[in-house]
């Protein structure tokens, strides 16, 4: 079974500033995908990016990056100059690429790490 | 383009009723994911419909269940409700053609059971 860590429970950061938020992972999977979904309040859960395993490039979109460690199974979220409506939780989440098996197709997620940017 | 939407968006049960809840995903969408959120618990998959038929299950009792309709809809059921059942129950869609690997989600269907 899959696992995924979020060690941070809250965090803060003041607007324009960098901020990266930790998630850690636990597979026996050579072939998966790693996300990191934002869930504004009382808001709808939005995917902010995604990572192949085997791509060996960092994702990024815009403001966000990703800080990939296959073997140290760690997948670590940059959110550069930070703006209010980046206030939201983070969560980071698992799945299994291969077709087949109890795992495919389900998301497991971390605790989340709520995040509040400061004016 | 709409996006995922969910209905009621609220909805009060009594411990041991019945809760339907519902969800339409974005147009061309054939699959169909619930996820429960519970305080204390996280973000845990339910259920993933694709095409009419259940792909996959999370650990829930049986008494969570649900199915999907020919226009891809679907509805997810919860029978003998208990206290422990109030949570943001999620629905997300995805393409047929991207397998399971982007998941929209909607709003959410926050049940409170009493």
């Known amino acids: 079974a899959q696992t995924v860590t979020q060690s941070q429970p809250e965090m803060s950061v003041q607007e324009a500033e960098t901020v990266t938020l930790s998630c850690t992972y636990d597979t026996s999977e050579s072939n998966y995908y790693l996300f990191w979904y934002k869930q504004p309040p009382s808001r709808q859960m939005i995917l902010v990016i995604r990572q192949e395993a085997y791509k060996q490039q960092n994702a990024t979109e815009n403001r966000f990056s990703v800080n990939f460690q296959k073997a140290a199974k760690s997948f670590s979220l940059k959110i550069s100059d930070s703006q209010l409506g980046d206030t939201a939780m983070y969560f980071c989440a698992f799945m299994k690429g291969e077709a087949g098996g109890t795992s495919y197709g389900k998301l497991t997620f971390g605790q989340g790490t709520i995040l509040t940017v400061h004016p | 383009e709409a996006g995922v939407t969910q209905s009621p968006t609220h909805l009060i049960k009594t411990r041991g009723q019945q809760a339907t809840l519902r969800c339409s995903p974005i147009s061309g969408h054939t699959s169909v994911y619930w996820y429960q959120q519970a305080l204390g618990l996280g973000l845990q998959f339910l259920l993933w419909?694709?095409?009419?038929?259940?792909?996959n299950r999370g650990n829930f009792p049986p008494r969570f269940s649900g199915r999907q309709f020919p226009n891809y809809s679907s509805e997810l059921n919860v029978n003998a409700l208990e206290l422990e059942d109030s949570a943001l129950y999620l629905c997300a869609s995805s393409y047929r053609d991207r397998g399971p690997f982007e998941q929209y989600f909607g709003p959410g269907t926050r049940l409170t059971v009493t």
């Open positions: 419909y694709d095409e009419g038929e259940e792909r």
